[in-house]
């Protein structure tokens, strides 16, 4: 058994030379996600049009904005991406289109001393390459 246990050990240390075994328990010098995040966030209303919704990207040069309902909760993503191929594409008017009618509800929250490296690996990137954060501020 011993030997066995020597054998797998010396294996795992010839393919993992660079790297360890198990990840290092001391992450205080790792980033966080809230060094990272944006401060001010502009988000737009799930019944706003999505015509509001291209502005609001407009004025604050972003190709996404965070969708909320009416108690400030985030329910979804709209990307201009979504706004192309969903309204524009399929011939409807971005005037009476709803921002509900061609959001992505597949959003990722994490707190902002979370660590940068654990949010990217429970998210996933959508279509567009944006990563649809939305971060809780933690108690002081």
């Not at 010396?10 to 990840?23: A, G, M, Q, T, V």
């Not at 966030?41 to 407009?58: F, K, L, Q």
């Not at 985030?74 to 399929?90: C, E, F, Y």
Request: aromatic letters at 6%; proline letters at 6%; charged letters at 30%.
């Amino acid at each position: 058994d011993r030997e066995r246990r020597s054998r797998l050990d010396h294996r795992i240390r010839e393919r993992s030379s660079e790297r360890p075994l198990w990840p290092s328990l001391d992450r205080s010098g790792e980033p966080r996600a809230g060094d990272v995040m944006t401060g001010d966030v502009c988000t737009i209303h799930y019944s706003d049009s999505t015509e509001n919704a291209a502005r609001a990207m407009v004025r604050r040069d972003c190709g996404s904005l965070p969708v909320v309902n009416d108690s400030g909760r985030l329910v979804g993503m709209i990307s201009d991406r979504d706004i192309v191929t969903r309204v524009v594409a399929r011939g409807l008017d971005p005037r009476r289109a709803r921002v509900d009618e061609c959001m992505s509800d597949q959003v990722f929250a994490c707190y902002e001393d979370d660590l940068v490296e654990t949010c990217l690996w429970l998210s996933r990137p959508s279509k567009s390459g944006a990563f649809p954060w939305w971060t809780i501020p933690t108690a002081s």
